[in-house]
């Protein structure tokens, strides 16, 4: 079913800065989904989003987090996440960290369920980390 939706306008919302900002961004998305009718659902875009704004919470500065979600062609949706911070240094990927927690994983796993992802800094103010999905084929 192709999107519904009559114009590909982005929905953005700006969040504080905390754990349940991660939720809040899987809501719009779904609403997002649901808007669009044909949109992929929820589903991978949900959880790569809650990634992403996990990643905000954790490991940015600022305030307030800026999500947008939008869709993406016919049935796929796009996500970015703008935090304050403007360096994303992945450190050691999927090794063992101090704590002997693997660490890394969540990049890998954007890398992995993404169609296309990456990091956008805007000069010294912070960087939008997004990505997109498109329909399964
Ligand atoms: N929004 C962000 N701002 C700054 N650094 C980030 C951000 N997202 C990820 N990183 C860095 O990239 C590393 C890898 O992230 P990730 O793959 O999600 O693994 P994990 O969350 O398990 O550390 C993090 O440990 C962190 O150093
Ligand atoms: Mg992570």
């Known amino acids: 079913m192709p999107c519904r939706r009559t114009s590909l306008a982005a929905t953005r919302v700006e969040l504080a800065r905390v754990p349940q900002a991660v939720r809040v961004a899987?809501?719009?998305?779904?609403t997002m989904a649901g808007d669009c009718g044909g949109c992929v659902a929820g589903g991978p875009a949900e959880l790569l989003l809650s990634e992403v704004v996990s990643n905000a919470v954790r490991y940015?500065?600022?305030?307030?987090?800026?999500?947008?979600?939008?869709?993406?062609?016919?049935?796929?949706?796009?996500?970015?996440?703008?935090?304050e911070e403007p360096h994303l240094d992945r450190g050691t990927r999927a090794g063992s960290g101090n704590d002997g927690m693997e660490r890394g994983r969540g990049l890998d796993l954007i890398e992995a369920l993404s169609d296309t992802w990456g990091v956008t800094t805007v000069g010294d103010r912070g960087k939008w980390v997004w990505f997109t999905t498109a329909a399964p084929a």
């Not at 899987?26 to 779904?30: A, N, P, Y």
């Not at 979600?69 to 935090?83: C, E, I, K, Q, Y």
């Open 60 to 83: 940015a500065r600022g305030s307030h987090v800026d999500v947008v979600v939008a869709p993406n062609g016919t049935r796929g949706l796009m996500a970015a996440v703008f935090d």
């Open 26 to 30: 899987r809501r719009l998305l779904r």
